[in-house]
């Protein structure tokens, strides 16, 4: 390989970069087919037995890797993926869940969907590449105060973990102690950098997202609806088999004249809803009950579209998805809006006013909405069988040794109750009064730290009770613990330079670490020399933008860490800091991984707005898209939070768009997948 041909450490860095962040968000978006699931593979169908090509590889590779070694989970039987997984996952794809191009706005699927990806990419380049080893100061010390510290703990934090023996430290301090002041200064610096990564996450999606509000209102529904008390009184029954008896009869036995009759030798029927189905049933009718409100009013509006105008756009939310396929293209490709598209399937072609056009895009959204949550009441409450309480019942079955050890070691019942408390808390600082008619206070990042440090200590105990007292539990985490990190060495360990992932030259110093020389052969591998350039200076436009997003990742740090100093007894007694709000407002959350989630809800196709002329399809990113994502179930606006709240939701203007990549995507992608599906092989031949 030619100097020609080998990529520096930075564009390989961006150039992985782009690649497991596409190949991410693909694969997850692309499990809403049917027939994506059904070329899945291990372990979602049984081992073929000559050689298939897997439809989600980098998936495949992360299930492989993290979650089917979880304890208790690697006990699962392959009827478990095959028999209920695999039919619950078809069963919600066949059921044609709304897209967000026909609601106008950005879904609660597609929100958590690309929170999802965003979190994945980075899972799965340290999972291909490695963590790059660096050498360490021995007993180094950490003020918690200075952001560059916390920065660095962080990242001295795993090196020590997943090169030293930190690990094993960490358990046995833990199993000793519920106090975070007795482990190591880089365990506690460390702890400090998770707590505002994490409040960043709850910040980011919660406040800043424009569907936050529609999250918290679905979270508080269940929360009212979840019966504590009961729940408590049975984890405290001493006898461990009585104990887990009593919770699946509580949470999962059917309510119907079968349960009754069982008791007497009768034969068990899958009718009816358990506690858990009329708790999903509940939440998702009552918002069905208020979205058939305003539909209702839209129809006995004077400025609505005509009645048969009405019954088109109702019946287009339950046509087959090949046939709203059809007409969301005819829509793209006339640049005219999916309620126009739809009403032009008519003949003659009816008109209509541009009042009476938001009208018709509102009732296609609501109607679309109320089928979503129609079939998902169907698939999780009404099927047969009984695929969702088939599945809890297996997952309740192969943890049953966990569940066991747990209660023989920890207060479950003080566990639940600290949950209550915790999400108490929660929904009470992120819920914003989309009614009020005063200036609403928007909770920062600094608040969500303070949240998570209030009820650190619970789950501090915890960890302790469970390490202290079950032994097996301790050996059984820690021996999946090691493996996990494992995942994380790189097999030719290359030196990083001192600057962190916030530095200007964020850890592109180690490259794409183990798959640094895959890229290198990919970029060879591109014969056409216009083909190879193009792909390179997309390459190094992807690295600048990189950089800056480490660089506002970086501000938002210090100002987080700073802000984040202030008691809360100093805030009771002096006025809010203004500065310190408007920079976290000003910067964003911290975390590189938020704003690319924010640039992937930037991105999601929207239908053209309403208008004489309709116009260009909008993106995410569009203010009238924005405040149609903000609007409740109730058609409150909830939008005061996405407007004060950062970057984010900024305006166009404000933004540093993500760089065109197609190039590099249509020369090299399909090469990264082979490399992929050749890394799936390897495992498989590992024994899979």
Same mark, same amino acid.
């Given at each position: ?14 150039? %992985? ?51 089917? /070694? ?10 478990? +993926? ?56 021995? /007993? ?30 960490? %358990? ?130 004077? /400025? ?171 050996? +059984? ?70 950089? %800056? ?30 500065? /310190? ?108």
């Amino acid at each position: 390989m030619t100097d020609k041909t080998q990529l520096s450490s930075r564009q390989a860095h961006a150039l %992985f970069d782009i690649l497991t962040s596409h190949a991410t968000l693909t694969e997850i978006e692309n499990l809403k087919y049917t027939d994506i699931i059904a070329t899945f593979g291990p372990p979602l169908q049984p081992q073929p037995s000559t050689k298939q090509e897997s439809s989600s590889p980098l998936l495949r590779i992360l299930l492989r890797s993290f979650i089917l /070694d979880l304890p208790g989970f690697r006990n699962v039987t392959s009827h478990f +993926w095959t028999d209920s997984v695999v039919p619950l996952a078809k069963a919600l794809d066949n059921s044609n869940l709304s897209e967000s191009y026909d609601k106008a706005s950005v879904g609660i699927r597609r929100t958590l969907s690309t929170a999802i990806a965003s979190i994945l990419e980075s899972v799965s380049r340290g999972r291909l590449g490695g963590y790059p080893k660096k050498s360490l100061k021995q /007993d180094s010390l950490y003020d918690q105060g200075n952001p560059e510290d916390v920065v660095k703990a962080w990242d001295d934090f795993l090196q020590r973990i997943i090169y030293g023996n930190l690990l094993e430290k960490m %358990f046995v301090k833990a199993a000793r102690t519920d106090k975070l002041s007795d482990h190591e200064p880089v365990v506690q610096a460390a702890h400090q950098y998770a707590v505002i990564m994490l409040a960043s996450l709850l910040h980011h999606n919660l406040i800043v997202s424009p569907r936050g509000q529609s999250i918290i209102s679905l979270l508080n529904r269940v929360h009212r609806l979840a019966p504590y008390f009961l729940i408590k009184q049975t984890l405290r029954v001493g006898n461990a088999a009585s104990m887990l008896n009593g919770m699946t009869q509580l949470l999962l036995a059917k309510m119907n004249l079968s349960t009754l009759t069982s008791w007497f030798g009768g034969q068990v029927s899958d009718s009816g809803m358990n506690l858990l189905q009329q708790i999903i049933s509940q939440v998702l009718g009552a918002e069905n009950t208020e979205l058939r409100k305003r539909a209702k009013q839209i129809e006995q509006s004077k /400025d609505a579209p005509e009645k048969p105008q009405l019954d088109l756009l109702r019946e287009y939310s339950s046509k087959p998805a090949d046939e709203q396929q059809k007409i969301r293209k005819e829509s793209e490709s006339r640049s005219i809006s999916i309620a126009t598209a739809v009403l032009s399937q008519s003949t003659p072609s009816p008109s209509i006013a541009e009042k009476a056009h938001k009208y018709a895009l509102d009732y296609l959204s609501l109607h679309l909405s109320i089928r979503d949550r129609e079939q998902l009441i169907q698939v999780l409450c009404h099927s047969s069988p009984d695929l969702l309480t088939t599945s809890i019942r297996e997952l309740v079955s192969v943890y049953d040794p966990i569940i066991r050890a747990l209660h023989k070691a920890v207060d479950l019942g003080s566990g639940v109750t600290d949950l209550q408390s915790f999400l108490d808390d929660l929904i009470a600082l992120a819920h914003i009064d989309g009614k009020s008619t005063k200036p609403v206070q928007v909770p920062t990042v600094k608040d969500f730290v303070r949240l998570l440090q209030n009820h650190a200590k619970s789950s501090h105990v915890f960890i302790h009770q469970a390490l202290k007292n079950g032994k097996e539990l301790s050996e +059984w985490y820690h021996e999946y613990a090691i493996h996990a990190i494992s995942q994380y060495k790189q097999q030719q360990p290359q030196q990083m330079n001192s600057q962190t992932e916030h530095g200007k030259d964020a850890k592109t110093a180690a490259a794409a670490g183990d798959f640094t020389s895959a890229l290198n052969w990919l970029i060879s591998s591109l014969q056409d020399e216009t083909d190879r350039r193009e792909c390179l200076e997309q390459i190094d436009a992807h690295a600048s933008f990189l950089d %800056f997003l480490a660089q506002r990742s970086k501000k938002s740090m210090d100002v987080t860490v700073r802000a984040s100093l202030a008691s809360p007894q100093d805030n009771a007694t002096s006025s809010p800091n203004k500065e /310190d709000a408007n920079a976290v407002e000003e910067k964003g959350s911290p975390g590189i991984f938020l704003l690319k989630w924010q640039h992937f809800i930037n991105a999601t196709p929207i239908t053209p707005g309403p208008g004489p002329n309709d116009g260009k399809p909008r993106t995410g990113k569009s203010r009238s898209a924005k405040d149609q994502s903000a609007m409740d179930v109730e058609g409150n606006s909830t939008a005061a939070a996405a407007t004060a709240s950062g970057p984010g939701n900024a305006d166009e203007k404000e933004e540093l768009e993500p760089p065109d990549v197609s190039h590099v995507l249509q020369m090299l992608g399909p090469g990264f997948r082979e490399e992929l599906r050749r890394l799936v092989d390897v495992r498989k031949g590992e024994g899979e």
